[in-house]
């Protein structure tokens, strides 16, 4: 290499030095991540508290991981921190949200209403509860089938948990105006094999 060619490599290294200096080694503009604060000091997030209500989160109570929260006020939360609505359709974001599988029923709120479903039928095939207060459903596939609790009234179509074989779900909502509420297994042909039952609401 000549000597011209030698000066323009030099050239071209201090000047991607000297850029690198100006900006490469500037440190991150906008906000700074701050540590999380200590359990108990002031902005802290408080951690989730087991109880035999069930878990309590800054939302409020929840049955299971993903059911809707219930608030301090005891109405039931959507997502959007609204009280749910019944009439709507399962699954949407107005609509009480199932749980997530759980572990075993054991591990649900001592308050929870347990069914279990199976082609022998729903046990137990009625239950009983307090008009406008939050009620948690428990529903667990007995058998090696899938099974959908839902109730006939469509004033509480969007109160609806889907399980498959062996498996826990929960959901939670407020209970409707006294009266009588059928529910069934929604998968076609359950219901006409006795997979029915009733809520009474006083």
Do not use: W
């Not at 006939?152 to 779900?169: I, K, Y």
């Amino acid at each position: 290499m000549d000597k011209k060619t030698i000066g323009i490599i030099i050239a071209v290294i201090v000047v991607i030095v000297a850029l690198y200096l100006a900006f490469g080694n500037k440190p991150a503009t906008g906000p700074v991540a701050q540590p999380a604060a200590a359990p108990g000091t002031p902005g802290a997030v408080p951690e989730p508290v087991k109880t035999d209500q069930g878990t309590v989160t800054p939302q409020g109570v929840v049955a299971a991981t993903g059911t809707s929260p219930i608030a301090t006020s005891g109405e039931v939360l959507a997502p959007s921190g609204k009280p749910v609505k019944l009439d709507v359709t399962p699954g949407t974001p107005e609509a009480p949200q199932q749980s997530n599988p759980v572990a075993k029923p054991a591990d649900l709120p001592s308050k929870t209403v347990k069914i279990t479903m199976s082609s022998g039928g729903i046990s137990p095939s009625g239950f009983t509860v307090k008009a406008g207060e939050p009620v948690t459903i428990g529903v667990t596939s007995g058998d090696s089938q899938t099974h959908v609790f839902k109730f006939d009234d469509p004033s509480l179509d969007a109160v609806a948990v889907g399980v498959g074989p062996g498996e826990t779900r929960a959901i939670t909502f407020p209970a409707p105006k006294a009266g009588t509420y059928k529910f069934h297994c929604d998968v076609p042909g359950h219901s006409s094999r006795g997979e029915v039952g009733e809520m009474i609401v006083k």
